[in-house]
């Protein structure tokens, strides 16, 4: 007997319409702020303010994968893709984690070059003033997306990269402070601050999406006790194969071989340990999407001579 149990909150759905809202509004005022420091950056001849635009560029790009993930991710399941395009979101969150490496390398690059070659003519009052328009903004983006970034991995990642956008604004206000006082070296290495920012998160992301690519046990999913309390419902007396992962950003799903006692299939007791199990992994671990495999002790035996 196999039981497989599923549920599809309109919850979830009404999250996913806001973050697409909130993605787009970032968009707007990402795509706003890094025309302005691209302008900024032409005029006052700021490295900094230019690597701050390129940061934001590549958020834009992403943000905009991420909108077009998180409308494929609606898509119904299919014959050939059943579980939809939900994996969309994690494509695209691999995307951005790739973007956002190659940004903070070639801003370390050029910004290590500017500080030994530093340029004289830098326009500090202007680089200042762009930069604090910028920090406002991602301010405003940051809050944006804060209430959704635990939700959706998409939705971090975009956080992340505005998070990012917004200390880049920090290092390229304390640059120019520091140009005006006649370090210009300071414009170089505002650059390089900014790549050390944004590398690490990069690699954060990247590791999160390999560990839903790699099929890894959910994070805060403790196997051990799964297993522990599957096998405390009563009937249940063994269970195997038991394995965990992630489809998506809150969709974790599991599925195991569960041993009952002997005769209680044929009593008809079958359905009753399968609710008993759907209760007990959606009640203590949060995980709706489940397909059990219901066996006699004799099954199990069967299979453990097979695979040994």
């Known amino acids: 007997m196999t039981g497989h149990s599923h549920s599809h909150s309109h919850g979830a759905a009404t999250a ?17 702020v890094m025309a302005l420091e691209v302008v900024g950056a032409v005029v006052s001849g700021s490295l900094a303010l230019l690597a701050d635009a390129g940061h934001m560029l590549t958020d834009a790009t992403g943000i905009g994968i991420a909108l077009f ?3 494929l991710a ?51 009052g202007l680089m200042i003033g762009v930069a604090v ?18 939700e959706s991995l998409n939705v971090r990642g975009a956080y992340l990269e505005v998070l990012g956008d917004l200390l880049g604004s920090v290092a390229v206000i304390v640059a120019g402070i520091l140009v005006a006082v006649g370090f210009t070296g300071a414009d170089g290495l505002a ?39 599957m096998e405390g419902i009563p009937g249940v ?34 359905t009753e340990v399968l609710l008993r199990l759907k209760e007990c992994l959606g009640g203590h671990f949060d995980v709706d999407h489940c397909t059990f495999q219901i066996e006699p002790p004799e099954m199990q035996e069967t299979e453990s001579s097979v695979h040994h």
């Open 191 to 229: 650059s390089v601050a900014i790549g050390l920012m944004i590398l690490p998160r990069a690699f954060m992301l990247l590791r999160e999406v390999a560990a839903v690519l790699l099929e890894s046990t959910p994070a805060g999913v403790d196997l051990e006790k799964v297993r522990t309390h």
């Open 237 to 270: 007396v063994g269970v195997h194969d038991l394995h965990a992962w992630t489809i998506t950003s809150g969709v974790p799903v599991m599925s195991a071989h569960v041993v009952v006692e002997e005769g209680l299939i044929a009593r008809g007791g079958g």
């Open 16 to 32: 996913t319409g806001a973050h697409r809202r909130r993605l787009v509004i970032v968009l707007c005022i990402t795509l706003g």
């Open 69 to 71: 993930a998180s409308w």
């Open 74 to 124: 609606t898509r119904p399941a299919s014959p050939t893709r059943t579980f939809g395009w939900q994996r969309a979101e994690i494509l695209a969150a691999l995307t951005n984690a790739l973007i956002l490496g190659t940004v903070a390398v070639l801003a370390i690059v050029e910004g290590v070059s500017r500080f030994r070659s530093p340029d004289p003519e830098i326009q500090a």
């Open 133 to 150: 328009v910028g920090l406002v903004a991602n301010a405003v983006g940051l809050r944006l997306l804060s209430a959704g970034q635990a």
